[in-house]
């Protein structure tokens, strides 16, 4: 170990006042620097993180409506040019698209958000929804498989009217009492409601009148003998609104609400999607002369009860936001299904589009 002794005599230098403050002075203006772009890279990667986000949840609620509307008027192997399918359920409370709005076959139906009301009326079960539907964006109900399995009879029936029987205490055979079930083959195809107390387990799919079932059935008679070409698929409708989020609030969500259901309520299902807007291809020719092409799209306040099933399209715009509030330095207009909307808060908002053939009427 060196000591170096002063001697007597000598200097000790060190540093002068000025030379302190100019180093001080530097050291400053690094550190305020490094905060500088510590800050600047903060700020992107949140930005860039609330974007991606953003774009993830649009792109899950389009693939989420994207296979939906795809599966919408399910009828097996039975085309939609083929005899009509024929429902035997009562209008009720009309949450399964039922035949007092013309939709046995197409099997999609939405209402339009005007601002502060819905056209057509919106079925009165999804508007007693908490929170209710928005009525900025539209509310679209779909009718589809639950599952792409279908089960086949175990027993061939005898009559139109005879109780459709499939595999008792089968892996695929999930049927429960209340559901809805579409029996079809190549010709012809019924939707009815399963009143059978255990059907999982006798395989019998009963569907009386009568009783405490929402929507019931208005008759027994399937209208054809079903044998061993035909398959049963269990069906749902599910109704898809935009409403104000629960989970992240200040903000709305995608919700859907599915009937028939074991415990009907409704999800919600994405974040971040602020408004839905539904255009429907329509093929304006008459019914004896339709080309199976789009003429045109609208909204569903410009279709009547048989233009649904000339449907052939359907064009799903949204406005997808960041869940995180303060992404932007200032409140943003953002341009959505022709218009402006203008926003109080500090959100990034973009609009996303895309178009699904419903493949039931594709040629």
Request: aromatic share 6%.
């Amino acid at each position: 170990m060196r000591v170096k002794i002063f001697r007597p005599g000598t200097t000790a230098r060190g540093f002068t006042l000025i030379e302190l403050m100019v180093g001080m002075t530097v050291g400053l203006f690094v550190a305020l620097a490094a905060i500088s772009v510590f800050v600047s890279t903060r700020t992107l990667q949140t930005v860039s993180t609330a974007d991606t986000r953003m774009n993830e949840n649009a792109r899950l609620a389009l693939d989420i409506l994207h296979v939906d509307l795809r599966n919408s008027g399910f009828q097996g192997c039975h085309q939609h040019d083929a005899l009509p399918v024929d429902n035997l359920l009562t209008d009720s409370s009309n949450l399964f698209l039922g035949s007092a709005t013309n939709l046995s076959v197409s099997g999609v139906y939405a209402v339009h958000g005007t601002g502060s009301s819905f056209t057509p009326a919106l079925n009165a079960v999804l508007a007693a929804q908490v929170p209710p539907p928005d009525p900025n964006s539209d509310v679209l109900s779909i009718r589809v498989p639950v599952e792409p399995l279908s089960l086949g009879l175990s027993t061939p029936m005898t009559t139109s009217t005879g109780t459709p029987q499939v595999g008792a205490n089968t892996p695929g055979n999930t049927f429960q009492t209340g559901d809805v079930a579409l029996i079809a083959n190549c010709k012809a195809g019924a939707i009815f409601q399963v009143t059978a107390a255990t059907p999982a387990i006798t395989g019998l799919l009963s569907h009386a009148t009568g009783g405490a079932f929402d929507p019931g059935n208005a008759g027994a008679d399937l209208k054809n003998v079903y044998r061993g070409d035909s398959a049963v698929y269990r069906l749902q409708t599910r109704h898809y609104y935009v409403a104000p989020s629960v989970a992240r609030p200040g903000t709305n969500s995608l919700w859907r609400y599915t009937f028939p259901s074991t415990a009907p309520r409704a999800q919600e299902v994405v974040a971040g999607i602020d408004r839905m807007v539904i255009s429907f291809g329509l093929d304006t020719g008459v019914a004896t002369d339709r080309d199976l092409t789009v003429n045109r799209y609208v909204t569903a306040d410009g279709l009547t009860s048989a233009q649904w099933e000339s449907v052939l399209a359907a064009r799903i715009q949204l406005l997808s936001t960041t869940v995180r509030d303060g992404v932007t330095l200032t409140p943003q207009a953002a341009s959505f299904a022709g218009s402006t909307v203008t926003a109080t808060d500090r959100r990034k908002r973009s609009e996303v589009t895309e178009v699904v053939t419903l493949r039931s009427r594709a040629p």
